[in-house]
């Protein structure tokens, strides 16, 4: 997966230096995702309709 697209992490992840967190990257049909602590460990990809799903069950607090 190339590394030309912007990563971030999410705006929740505090300011406890990444500890627990991910960082995304949206591709063109995928989700990039990586260990923010961790980033020369190689990332995978998601389907965007998968990672969608997954926020909506998260969001939903299905997943606690």
Request: hydrophobic content about 40%; proline content about 9%; overall charge positive.
């Amino acid at each position: 997966m190339p590394d030309a697209k912007p990563w971030f992490k999410s705006s929740y992840s505090g300011d406890n230096n990444g500890a627990g967190c991910i960082s995304i990257a949206a591709l063109t049909s995928h989700v990039g995702i990586r260990d923010s602590k961790d980033t020369a460990r190689p990332p995978f990809a998601v389907p965007i309709p998968s990672w969608a799903a997954f926020l909506t069950e998260v969001k939903a607090g299905r997943l606690d």
